[in-house]
């Protein structure tokens, strides 16, 4: 499966943005479709949020309601919803759909 993730920009702390992650072809292969990030310097890309086929959804203590994932299984995308953003939310997204990433999608939140 290919994925191909989008919605990420520029924006001011306390702002709003939308991430989209869609699956090509037949769509998700994986019950389980997440989003991680890679903060800038950082090595290690971390959990963000997940989501599976039928809604049920985990997040990182981090971005605990902030962050919103949720899954279209007609449209094949999966969104993040990310509200009341920080400074260190700055990273480039990434989806995930084992074993397959999404080209990642750079977030930038100015102070």
């Not at 990420?8 to 939308?18: D, I, N």
């Not at 299984?73 to 919803?81: E, G, H, M, R």
């Given at each position: ?55 049920h ?12 994932i ?42």
């Open positions: 499966v290919q994925l191909q993730a989008s919605g990420g920009g520029l924006v001011q702390a306390g702002g709003s943005l939308r991430l989209s992650c869609a699956a090509s072809g037949n769509g998700f292969s994986s019950n389980v479709v997440a989003w991680y990030r890679q903060a800038p310097g950082k090595q290690q890309r971390g959990f963000v949020a997940r989501v599976t086929t039928d809604g959804t985990y997040y990182a203590d981090s971005v605990k309601g902030r962050f919103t949720s899954r279209d299984n007609a449209k094949n995308t999966v969104y993040l919803q990310m509200n009341s953003l920080k400074a260190e939310d700055t990273a480039v997204y990434y989806c995930n759909d084992p074993p397959s990433w999404g080209q990642g999608t750079l977030v930038t939140v100015s102070s």
